[in-house]
């Protein structure tokens, strides 16, 4: 009874993590107060992956009580219904990371340091079972690999029996995991789909990553057994699923790659926290007055006069522009703004007249005549004053043109190319 009880325990437990309820609004978890214990049982009673943790602790801890996976045990000697024990602590590393702590940078490095603990633990377990073959051992050496290795020994991490070699670009290590991830999840995908198809629950998790096959029936539950001598298959490559031991086995394989991918993130987040600026307290003043706004004010032993920066750009003594974009619009129209003297259209006259605008172009531009056709269309005009001017100003141009070929002969100034 205390084993259906369970299954049923971490078959909720699941489900919640695959579609949790809608969050509650930002503002309950946004504030800048430290974690208490008063804020931490409202989160608790709000953040849906503080629910979701609660019962898993519940699950764990029955699960411990009951004895349902040893220490000391082989992977042969772990029955298929209690391998779903053993992906308890790697949804309890996702879960921490999920969990909303707002503004306050110490609750969120507990939370990171707890999901390493977790997903530590469950890539340990998993790796002394042999679950995990030696392809993807060294993915998750080289996955591991921008972690510290101090961090790693901290976390109880075995570096030593993930595998050595000359790690890749982290890129190429990235694409080895994503393609990994796929047809782990292809394949998984294949036999869900089937055995679904027989057995027909009423609720199941949309994702494959959280998708135990629970049976519907006892009787179905223990047949599962039977596969106990099926999980080499399962290790050696990612198809060929054919029984629910496999599946599991091939799924435990996807929670170690997505358990070391949330050491690596947490290891960069916590990196980046351990860096910021604590956050203002609540008894700072918002709003800052008039004389302050500009500079810090002067510390011991640093230049309170001189100029802020030098010409070469370097910053000669610290200062903070703490003036919101509000305050600075309360104060255009204070004593001493100007105002404007003229409107735009009255400047683009201005600068018309001063001759700063160039007119011109466009098709208009293109489509007018030139002189010469100018020129030509009014000596058409025969026996007019115009044509006449137009005739003479051809003549004109024509002895001129006439004069300067005859003092530059053809070719007088081609140094480069005489012919």
Same mark, same amino acid.
């Given at each position: 009874?205390?084993?259906?009880?369970?299954?049923?325990?971490?078959?909720?437990?699941?489900?919640?993590?695959?579609?949790?309820?809608?969050?509650?609004?930002?503002?309950?978890?946004?504030?800048?107060?430290?974690?208490?214990?008063?804020?931490?049982?409202?989160?608790?009673?709000?953040?849906?992956?503080?629910?979701?943790?609660?019962?898993?602790?519940?699950?764990?801890?029955?699960?411990?009580?009951?004895?349902?996976?040893?220490?000391?045990?082989?992977?042969?000697?772990?029955?298929?219904?209690?391998?779903?024990?053993?992906?308890?602590?790697?949804?309890?590393?996702?879960?921490?990371?999920?969990?909303?702590?707002?503004?306050?940078?110490?609750?969120?490095?507990?939370?990171?340091?707890?999901?390493?603990?977790?997903?530590?633990?469950?890539?340990?377990?998993?790796?002394?079972?042999?679950?995990?073959?030696?392809?993807?051992?060294?993915?998750?050496?080289?996955?591991?690999?921008?972690?510290?290795?101090?961090?790693?020994?901290?976390?109880?991490?075995?570096?030593?029996?993930?595998?050595?070699?000359?790690?890749?670009?982290?890129?190429?290590?990235?694409?080895? %995991? #994503?393609?990994?991830? *796929? =047809?782990?999840?292809?394949?998984? &995908?294949?036999?869900?789909?089937?055995?679904? !198809?027989? /057995?027909?629950?009423?609720?199941?998790?949309?994702?494959?990553?959280?998708?135990? %096959? #629970?049976?519907?029936? *006892? =009787?179905?539950?223990?047949?599962? &057994?039977?596969?106990?001598?099926?999980?080499? !298959?399962? /290790?050696?490559?990612?198809?060929?699923?054919?029984?629910?031991?496999?599946?599991?086995?091939?799924?435990?394989?996807?929670?170690?790659?997505?358990?070391?991918?949330?050491?690596?993130?947490?290891?960069?987040?916590?990196?980046?926290?351990?860096?910021?600026?604590?956050?203002?307290?609540?008894?700072?003043?918002?709003?800052?007055?008039?004389?302050?706004?500009?500079?810090?004010?002067?510390?011991?032993?640093?230049?309170?006069?001189?100029?802020?920066?030098?010409?070469?750009?370097?910053?000669?003594?610290?200062?903070?522009?703490?003036?919101?974009?509000?305050?600075?619009?309360?104060?255009?129209?204070?004593?001493?703004?100007?105002?404007?003297?003229?409107?735009?259209?009255?400047?683009?006259?201005?600068?018309?007249?001063?001759?700063?605008?160039?007119?011109?172009?466009?098709?208009?531009?293109?489509?007018?005549?030139?002189?010469?056709?100018?020129?030509?269309?009014?000596?058409?005009?025969?026996?007019?004053?115009?044509?006449?001017?137009?005739?003479?100003?051809?003549?004109?141009?024509?002895?001129?043109?006439?004069?300067?070929?005859?003092?530059?002969?053809?070719?007088?100034?081609?140094?480069?190319?005489?012919?």
């Amino acid at each position: 009874m205390s084993g259906q009880t369970l299954n049923d325990l971490i078959a909720t437990v699941f489900l919640r993590a695959s579609d949790p309820p809608p969050p509650p609004p930002p503002q309950q978890f946004d504030t800048r107060a430290p974690e208490t214990a008063a804020s931490s049982s409202s989160a608790a009673a709000q953040d849906p992956a503080q629910q979701t943790l609660s019962l898993l602790s519940r699950a764990q801890q029955l699960s411990d009580s009951v004895g349902v996976v040893s220490s000391n045990d082989a992977l042969r000697d772990i029955s298929t219904s209690s391998l779903r024990t053993l992906f308890l602590p790697s949804l309890e590393a996702e879960l921490h990371q999920a969990v909303r702590t707002g503004t306050d940078h110490a609750s969120r490095k507990r939370r990171l340091a707890q999901s390493q603990t977790a997903a530590a633990k469950f890539l340990n377990r998993t790796i002394a079972l042999g679950v995990v073959p030696p392809s993807t051992k060294q993915l998750l050496g080289w996955t591991l690999g921008g972690v510290h290795p101090a961090e790693l020994v901290g976390m109880g991490v075995d570096v030593a029996a993930l595998g050595g070699g000359s790690a890749p670009h982290v890129r190429e290590v990235k694409i080895a %995991v #994503f393609k990994l991830e *796929r =047809a782990l999840k292809q394949n998984l &995908d294949e036999f869900r789909q089937a055995y679904r !198809s027989k /057995t027909a629950p009423d609720r199941v998790p949309g994702d494959v990553f959280y998708d135990l %096959v #629970f049976p519907v029936a *006892r =009787a179905e539950d223990d047949d599962e &057994d039977d596969d106990a001598d099926n999980e080499t !298959s399962a /290790t050696t490559a990612p198809g060929g699923i054919g029984s629910v031991r496999q599946y599991l086995l091939a799924l435990l394989n996807l929670h170690v790659l997505r358990a070391a991918q949330l050491v690596t993130a947490a290891s960069q987040e916590l990196e980046l926290l351990r860096n910021m600026p604590p956050p203002p307290s609540v008894d700072t003043p918002s709003v800052a007055t008039d004389s302050e706004w500009r500079l810090d004010r002067s510390r011991t032993g640093l230049a309170t006069s001189g100029p802020l920066m030098a010409p070469s750009g370097k910053v000669l003594r610290p200062f903070t522009i703490t003036k919101t974009r509000e305050q600075a619009a309360k104060e255009v129209f204070r004593p001493g703004h100007r105002l404007p003297t003229m409107s735009i259209d009255e400047y683009l006259e201005e600068e018309e007249r001063r001759g700063n605008i160039i007119q011109g172009g466009g098709q208009a531009s293109y489509d007018a005549p030139t002189s010469t056709e100018e020129r030509a269309r009014r000596m058409e005009n025969d026996g007019t004053k115009d044509a006449d001017d137009a005739e003479e100003e051809q003549r004109q141009k024509d002895i001129h043109w006439d004069t300067f070929t005859e003092h530059n002969k053809r070719g007088a100034g081609n140094t480069m190319n005489r012919g």
